[in-house]
């Protein structure tokens, strides 16, 4: 257990050097919400990466591979499929450079769609956050199992909270660096040994079934869609990625970024899923059978053991997974703070407060939403459900309007506000009783992706057919890059 301690203790420091290194350099507003508009490409790509791919892969995808085979790649496959659009939002939302998405619904729609924005994100992204400590508390308690899974959540929270509140976008984005690169490279190296543990890939086939190979597994079509759509939709919606966006350099450097975020996220996605379907044919039974949310790690620490460069490997894709955990929770509890700073706070209470007041206040909302989050945190155990939710209610509330602010320029403000409060009310509401006593079994027990998704077209599309056009001066910072 030293060794493993030892990599914690060394990516806990290493991210602490980095958030105080930084913290000398934030004097501004920009410099705190958006690292002073000064991210290079080849910064923005591992921050976008680590901002991705966290506990809902680590953990909710890892399971879902673990019970299901490569069919969990559609949950990744959607965030993929997203991507191929972002190619062409990145340099537009560059040329928008505001700070957060509700700066975006009330430049094109209207004050009400900014509130409304902001509401959804508090929901979406506290609720990621929580499951975010929700895996570094398993880990921490795998490693150190006098550590109970709720005692580490708290620790985890403390870590995060700290290092997101130093520097802002700059420690978050200059911490990703470091995290990209060690679980990249960790991950790549880990799987062939690890197929190789269990006797190779001939092994691993006989050792499962069939369906873990195929393209939907033992999942119906349905399924898998209820697994791409909500990914693919909070992948094209996603504020901490349009905050990355609006950090960059310049236009050029965020189209450049996600090139380079499009390999490392198919790359990573799919040895994630790799390396569950290899731990579930080494680890069939047992303890990691009742908790399979935790199988990258539980792989990590039995099934790279014996020699001293296989426990260093073990120990550094756990501390690989841990790291990536911190970087997620980190992206995601630092987000909506930007909100409720520069959406509530400047927007509505203190217009004219001073750089120095804004800083202070923005790293008091960093504490308030991570304590939320905690507490969320401690009454969720289902990671891949809670995954889902968070996807559904961005999914639905944001991404059709924002989609829409891009690239429909009939897309009106009343509009806007109809879809982004039917988008967040059925998600919120689909699971509630009333839903079930109501609705045909058929319909009450699929997801809420399906119906939220659909109410929120709906409002868009009719309400804004049925409603005057937008002006010129709402369209104009939004025309083509």
């Known amino acids: ?37 000064s991210l290079p490409a080849f910064v923005l790509v591992f921050t976008l990466l680590s901002s991705w791919i966290g506990s809902g ?50 430049v094109r729609y209207n004050q009400t769609a900014r509130v409304l924005g902001v509401i959804a994100i508090l929901f979406t992204y506290t609720a990621i956050t929580c ?38 976008m700059s420690s978050v984005a200059y911490m990703d660096v470091a995290i990209g690169l060690l679980t990249t490279f960790t991950m790549i190296a880990a799987l062939p040994v690890l197929i190789h543990q269990a006797g190779g890939i001939a092994a691993v086939h006989l050792a499962l079934p069939a369906t873990h190979f195929q393209l939907f597994g033992d999942l119906s079509g349905i399924q898998a869609a209820e697994l791409f759509l909500p990914t693919c939709l909070l992948m094209l919606g996603n ?60 792989t990590g620490l039995h099934g790279l053991t014996g020699s001293g460069p296989l426990m260093l490997l073990g120990a550094l894709l ?19 703070a ?54 559904t209610i961005y999914s639905a509330a944001l991404t059709p309007v924002i989609l829409a602010a891009f690239f429909w320029k009939r897309a009106t403000a009343s509009a806007a506000v109809s879809s982004i409060a039917v988008g967040t009310f059925v998600t919120v509401f689909w699971d509630s009783q009333l839903v079930h006593d109501t609705l045909p079994k058929i319909v ?10 659909i109410g929120s077209l709906a409002g868009l599309l009719v309400v804004s057919l049925l409603t005057p056009p937008p002006t010129a001066a709402q369209l104009e910072p939004f025309a083509e890059a």
């Open 444 to 453: 009450s027990d699929r997801d809420a992706i399906f119906p939220a998704l």
């Open 318 to 336: 756990i501390g690989a997974i841990f790291a990536k955990i911190i970087s997620t929770a980190n992206n995601y509890l630092f987000s909506p």
């Open 338 to 391: 930007t909100n409720l700073v520069n959406d509530v706070f400047v927007r509505y209470i203190s217009p004219d407060a001073s750089n120095t007041k804004i800083l202070w206040v923005s790293r008091a909302m960093v504490v308030l939403l991570g304590g939320w989050a905690l507490y969320q945190g401690l009454g969720t155990e289902s990671v891949l459900k809670k995954s889902l939710y968070a996807y």
């Open 1 to 37: 257990m030293n060794l493993y301690a030892i990599v914690l203790g060394l990516i806990v420091l290493t991210l602490l050097t980095v958030s105080l290194t930084r913290m000398s350099k934030v004097k501004t507003k920009a410099d705190y919400l958006v690292a002073g508009r």
């Open 239 to 298: 504020q901490s990625m349009y905050q990355k966006f609006f950090s960059a350099r310049s236009e050029k450097d965020a189209t450049r970024a996600v090139l380079g975020w499009v390999v490392g996220t198919v790359i990573l996605e799919s040895i994630i899923v790799a390396i569950a379907v290899v731990g579930s044919a080494l680890f069939p039974t047992g303890e990691v059978h009742d908790h399979p949310r935790e199988i990258l790690a539980y």
């Open 57 to 106: 892969s680590l953990l909710g995808g890892a399971e879902n591979a673990y019970r299901h085979g490569f069919a969990a790649l559609w949950q990744g496959g959607g965030g993929w499929a997203g991507l191929l659009l972002i190619y062409f939002i990145a340099p537009r939302a560059r040329k928008f450079a505001r700070f957060t998405i509700p700066d975006l619904l009330e």
């Open 131 to 168: 499951y975010q400590f929700i895996g570094g508390g398993d880990i921490v308690h795998l490693i150190f199992p006098s550590v109970s899974a709720i005692a580490g959540r708290y620790i985890i929270a403390g870590f995060v909270i700290v290092f997101t509140a130093i520097a802002g």
